[in-house]
Every structure is written in C-alpha cells, then in structure tokens.
C-alpha cells in the first residue's frame, strides 16, 4: 500500500531532550516536506526536501533539523526541544518536486513539557 | 507575502445540500491549488490538484475551480452528505519556491 508513515505518532517530552521524529513514504517521491500545525496558525511548512542530499528552510525552521540521506526518509530533528513546539507536525511527499498531488502521512502529536 | 484566505471559517449544511467553499490569495503567481479534507485528529487527504494553467478539475461529486486573475478558488460538493464532515484545506504552490502554503480551513458539518 503506497503511504506515507510517522513515528511516532505521540511523544511527550521534556525541554531540552533531544528527540527525532521519523518520516518515510515508500512510492519512490522525489519531494518531501515537514509541517506543523497549530489552532489558529493552520499548517505551516518547516522545512522541505526536492531530493536526496537537497533540503530547504520553509517558513518557520528555526528549532528543527532535517536530513536526507535517502530518497524514502526524511527524519526531522529537534535538538534542543522547547514548549513553543509542542504541535501537531505532519511530514508529506509527492512525485516530483512539489508540482504533484501531496500525500500526507498520519501525524505525530508532540507535547514539550 | 502571499496571504491565503478561506470563507467561512465553518459551516453547517443538512444533508443533501450543495455547497460552495471559498479560497482567495493575494499573488496570482502561483504553480497549482490543492484541496485538502482533514478528519478530526488525522492527516490530510487531497481531493484535487489544480495546475495554475488549467480552469477547473472534476472529482465525483466535487468540482474545484481557479481563477488566478481575480485570486480565487471555490470547492462545490454536490448532494452533500453526513460523511463530508471534515474541515477543507486549500494549498498553493508558490510559483517562485517550493513552498505550499495553506489557508486556515473551512470546518464542514453535514447534518442528516
């Protein structure tokens, strides 16, 4: 089944800790991309991918990390987690860069206590 | 700064209905539209892509529009049922980036 997987999909935490949240998408997507998404905010992009080796800052990437090392991952990184990012992120891909129809995976709830 | 709008926030409909869900940007120079459902506490699925040089994409019941001259798109569901209930996310890709930017949602509720 083609899909885009999380993990995980809740993590509580503390400030500070560092934690990583895992993204993969097993349909051979050239594009992929990490948002959060916060109540009155909607969904923001932190940081996006047009392929391996290649990333680029979205609109809010200051606190994150990302990496892509191979086509189907593309974990993103918290070094030094705070409050202010307790969101619900999703991580997201398509074909080709961007152009074609996004499939979103399922979610991960973080809580930064 | 491209600043995406969606009216009305939420909606309530009995069933049968059909509707139409608002989208409006301020820079037409973008590269497609996509519409979004959203179900409580789940991900995103998309409904239809709109590529910036085409007028409008068909989906079953659902037809969405684009009008990059005047900044608009519309999502019209027909024959509304209990089971549209979900909140309607419009993205663009901007045509100078690969950024996608979202609109804050329509919440839907199809009453039965």
């Known amino acids: 089944e083609a899909q885009v997987t999380q993990n995980p999909r809740y993590l509580i935490t503390v400030t500070g800790k560092k934690l990583t949240v895992t993204c993969s998408q097993n349909m051979n997507h050239e594009y992929m991309s990490w948002y959060r998404q916060d109540p009155g905010l909607g969904l923001r992009q932190i940081y996006y991918?047009?392929?391996?080796?290649?990333?680029d800052k979205g609109d809010v990437p200051e606190g994150y990390k990302v990496s892509r090392k191979e086509k189907r991952n593309f974990p993103l990184i918290l070094e030094s987690p705070s409050p202010n990012q307790t969101s619900l992120y999703f991580c997201?891909?398509?074909?080709?860069?961007?152009?074609?129809?996004?499939?979103f995976g399922p979610g991960t709830r973080l809580t930064v206590l | 700064k491209q600043e995406v709008t969606q009216i009305p926030a939420a909606l309530s409909v009995p069933e049968g209905e059909n509707l139409v869900l608002n989208c409006s940007f301020t820079d037409s120079a973008i590269y497609n539209l996509q519409w979004f459902r959203q179900d409580p506490g789940k991900g995103l699925t998309s409904l239809l892509l709109?590529?910036?040089?085409?007028r409008e994409q068909t989906s079953g019941r659902l037809n969405a529009s684009l009008d990059k001259s005047s900044g608009r798109s519309t999502l019209y569901i027909a024959a509304s049922q209990p089971g549209d209930s979900a909140t309607y996310l419009c993205?663009?890709?901007?045509?100078?980036?690969?950024?996608?930017?979202f609109g804050s949602g329509t919440r839907l509720l199809v009453r039965p």
């Open positions: 709109i590529q910036s040089s085409q």
């Open positions: 991918s047009m392929n391996v080796e290649v990333t």
């Open positions: 997201a891909s398509s074909y080709r860069t961007g152009f074609d129809e996004q499939f």
């Open positions: 993205a663009l890709l901007m045509d100078s980036s690969y950024k996608l930017i």
